[in-house]
């Protein structure tokens, strides 16, 4: 079975322009994450969905990112415009509803972003 | 705000010995706690996990064990191989979740 589908594995684009991130979660999968890792600061859940509907953007670093999920295999996470410092690897991850968050999560590769 | 600490940002043991890995959480609401594992250029892969209602889960070589009262779990891994080696991510979740910063363990042969 497929996994999480991430794409583009790489992206080096320069400051200022859009960039857009995509993921294929696990079909039957009701959840869907995306996180950012940096150095400095580990892991960070930045929003999640629950059956297509964002449910948590607490973790949204200001309103040049945004994310949506306009059906059950494809969601998308935004940012526009981009800055140095959102250079990070992102991650998508996916999981069943089960009992709610405490069910494991299937992650994808990673995009790895770079801005000039 | 850093709910989900691990404080040891690496560590270093043989292969054969015993590797422990440490993870404090403050929330008290959360209930449910994971481990993960991660290898350079791919994406975490859950490892074990463990309901707060367990103090101690055991899968092969891996073993987490829970204190509620001191809001601190482990990962034992015993004994330790070469394939081992990778960041270590610790999770927690309930209503909310959230994961650590990571360990990065090197088993030396």
Same mark, same amino acid.
């Given at each position: ?5 991430? @794409? #583009? ?13 995509r993921?294929k979660?696990?079909?039957?999968h009701d ?6 890792q940096?150095m400095m600061?580990?892991?960070e859940?930045?929003?999640y969905?629950?059956?297509n509907? #964002?449910?948590?953007?607490s973790?949204? #670093?200001?309103?040049?990112f @945004?994310?949506?999920?306009p059906?059950?295999s494809?969601s998308?996470?935004k ?5 140095p ?17 405490r069910? #494991?999560q ?11 | 705000?850093?709910q ?9 043991v043989?292969?054969g ?10 929330n +008290? ?8 594992k ?7 892969t ?7 209602i367990k103090?101690?889960?055991e899968?092969?070589r891996?073993t987490?064990?829970l204190n ?16 081992? +080696?990778a960041?270590?991510f610790?999770?927690? +979740? ?16």
């Amino acid at each position: 079975d497929a996994g999480v589908i991430q @794409s #583009p594995r790489h992206e080096v684009t320069e400051m200022g322009q859009e960039v857009t991130l995509r993921c294929k979660p696990i079909s039957g999968h009701d959840y869907l994450f995306w996180y950012r890792q940096t150095m400095m600061r580990g892991l960070e859940l930045l929003i999640y969905f629950n059956n297509n509907v #964002p449910i948590d953007d607490s973790g949204m #670093p200001e309103d040049r990112f @945004s994310a949506k999920m306009p059906n059950a295999s494809f969601s998308t996470l935004k940012i526009q415009p981009s800055e140095p410092r959102d250079s990070a690897v992102y991650f998508c991850a996916s999981s069943f509803a089960g009992d709610g968050l405490r069910q #494991p999560q299937h992650f994808g590769d990673g995009t790895r972003l770079s801005i000039l | 705000d850093q709910q989900v600490k691990q404080n040891s940002p690496s560590l270093s043991v043989q292969e054969g010995r015993i590797s422990i890995l440490n993870c404090d959480y403050t929330n +008290s609401m959360f209930d449910y706690f994971l481990w993960y594992k991660k290898y350079p250029a791919e994406g975490p892969t859950f490892l074990i996990s463990i309901s707060s209602i367990k103090d101690k889960n055991e899968d092969g070589r891996f073993t987490v064990f829970l204190n509620k009262s001191a809001k601190h779990l482990s990962l034992h891994i015993v004994p330790s191989q070469p394939g081992d +080696s990778a960041v270590y991510f610790c999770a927690a +979740s309930g209503n909310d979740m959230r994961f650590g910063a990571g360990t990065r363990l090197t088993v030396k042969p």
